[in-house]
């Protein structure tokens, strides 16, 4: 166990939905990073925070969004959602976000778009 | 240009034998890092070995080993005594230099499946 907690496990909803995809880090993990991972790209980094702000991004649509809380916890939000979107998401967190520091990934989401 | 590229789509292995699965990079950063982890098919990705591109020393953790050859820029994972339970996909990963802001991305490849025989 990661100590890396995702909600929901699996998600399936129509195009042209909203879904919101949670994300809970290892206890005194300050980063958190997401990733969407599909049979065609491979696995793709979206955009990583580090307490509450937002420190990278990559490959998001700007039909994503995200956010890190307070209380670290992270959502990531896809919007307008079309059948490529269809993939398992992944959140990974790391404690200091420095270039040794693995990621630590939850079990993912995986989304399903009909 | 691919920053990772893993050449084995699949890989057998018989239980109990070693197996090496490979990975070479791409980069110019002369601070790096390697990662391997291992997704098997109920999903998760797990952490497995990570090498710094300054270590001296091979990372080892437990049957896993990092061989890892600078000058050829290869990151090859050595699964010693396989077990059944090592079937999985396993990806390597390399995180370069910060980035603006100070993150560290690890970038993925395309992932080697390895099946272990009994």
């Known amino acids: 166990d990661s100590g890396v907690t995702q909600t929901p496990k699996h998600l399936i909803t129509a195009t042209g939905q909203r879904v919101t995809l949670r994300c809970s880090p290892r206890s005194g993990d300050l980063s958190v990073y997401w990733y969407q991972q599909s049979l065609d790209q491979g696995l793709q980094f979206l955009i990583q925070?580090?307490?509450?702000?937002?420190?990278a991004k990559g490959n998001i649509l700007e039909r994503f969004s995200a956010q890190q809380f307070p209380d670290l916890h992270s959502e990531l939000n896809l919007s307008s959602l079309e059948l490529g979107d269809s993939a398992l998401y992944f959140c990974?967190?790391?404690?200091?976000?420095?270039?040794?520091?693995?990621?630590?990934f939850g079990n993912g989401t995986r989304l399903t778009v009909t | 240009a691919q920053k990772i590229t893993q050449t084995q789509p699949g890989m057998f292995v018989q239980e109990k034998e070693a197996v090496t699965l490979d990975c070479t990079y791409d980069?110019?950063?002369?601070?790096?890092?390697l990662f391997w982890y291992k997704q098997p098919s109920s999903g998760e990705m797990i952490f497995l070995i990570y090498?710094?591109?300054?270590?001296?020393q091979n990372a080892t953790e437990g049957r896993y080993s990092l061989n890892f050859q600078k000058a050829r820029k290869s990151a090859n994972l050595v699964i010693s005594a396989s077990q059944l339970g090592d079937s999985a996909m396993y990806f390597c990963a390399m995180r370069e230099g910060p980035r603006a802001g100070g993150s560290y991305i690890p970038t993925f490849g395309r992932g080697t499946s390895l099946i272990v025989h009994p």
């Open positions: 980069t110019s950063d002369p601070s790096y890092g």
């Open positions: 990974a967190s790391s404690d200091r976000g420095t270039g040794d520091s693995p990621l630590h």
């Open positions: 090498q710094g591109s300054y270590d001296q």
């Open positions: 925070y580090y307490n509450g702000e937002e420190r």
